[in-house]
Structure formats: structure tokens, C-alpha cells
């Protein structure tokens, strides 16, 4: 399989705003955000459906979404943080995490990629995210 652009971005191929990352899972600013902080959470393996990972990467991821959802809500200052996983636009597992007040901020994300967010902005918000 060819690697997708996530897994550049684990190799270092393609520069991310990393927020999180341990041995199995990497987490980072979406570069076309529909909210502040909107993170994808990705696993190290490549594997194009979240419900083909193996058990122990699947709890890897989610255990990395729990943590950013957590640190979202503290560090964003929203009410609520939900996860999404479409799973149609990149062949490599991922879920989005976003922090939200009102559903109709996290549904947007279903119409498709926000504006393209100015890189340094997101540089400045990876650092005050970043744990």
C-alpha cells in the first residue's frame, strides 16, 4: 500500500502541527479546521478503517482521543468536545476531535473542510494546545 499523507506525517515527510503523540498514535491541527483546535487523531498503522485496527491500536487511538478531548475542552473553553469518524477522505484511520458549544458547530464538519487556516495561527494554537 502507498503511503497515505498521514503517514508522511508520522515519517516526518509533510510538517504537521503535532499536539500529542506517543508510540502508537500522533494527534495534530487540521489544517482546513471547522472549529479552533479542531485535531485529528490519527494511529501510527496505516489502516484505512478504524474498525480494522487491531484491538490494541484501537484502544491507542482512543485512549489519544479521550486525551485531546480532555485538553481541548480546558484549553479551548467550550462546553462540549465530540469526536466524528467519516472515514471517506483519507485511506488512513483518523477521527476528528472538536470543541464545540452549540451541535450545529460539530455538524458543519460533515459539509467538509473548513477555510485553510494561516499557518502561524496554527503554530500558535499547536503551543498553547500542545501536551
Not at 500529542?20 to 489502516?47: C, M, S, W
Not at 464545540?100 to 460539530?106: G, I, M, S, Y
Request: some cysteine; proline content about 5%.
Amino acid at each position: 500500500m502507498e503511503d497515505s499523507i498521514f503517514t508522511k506525517i508520522i515519517k516526518g515527510e509533510i510538517p504537521c502541527h503535532k499536539v500529542y503523540e506517543d508510540d502508537r498514535t500522533l494527534a495534530f491541527l487540521d489544517i482546513n479546521p471547522i472549529a479552533e483546535g479542531h485535531t485529528l487523531v490519527i494511529p501510527k498503522a496505516q489502516v484505512e478503517f478504524v474498525w480494522d485496527l487491531e484491538d490494541d491500536d484501537y484502544a491507542a487511538l482512543m485512549a489519544t482521543v479521550k486525551k485531546v478531548g480532555q485538553r481541548l475542552r480546558k484549553v479551548i473553553g467550550k462546553q462540549y468536545v465530540g469526536q466524528l469518524v467519516v472515514g471517506t477522505d483519507i485511506p488512513h484511520a483518523h477521527v476528528h476531535v472538536i470543541a464545540f458549544n452549540q451541535v450545529t458547530e460539530l455538524k458543519r464538519t460533515l459539509e467538509g473542510p473548513g477555510a485553510p487556516a494561516e499557518p502561524d495561527a496554527l503554530a500558535a494554537l499547536a503551543d498553547k494546545i500542545r501536551f
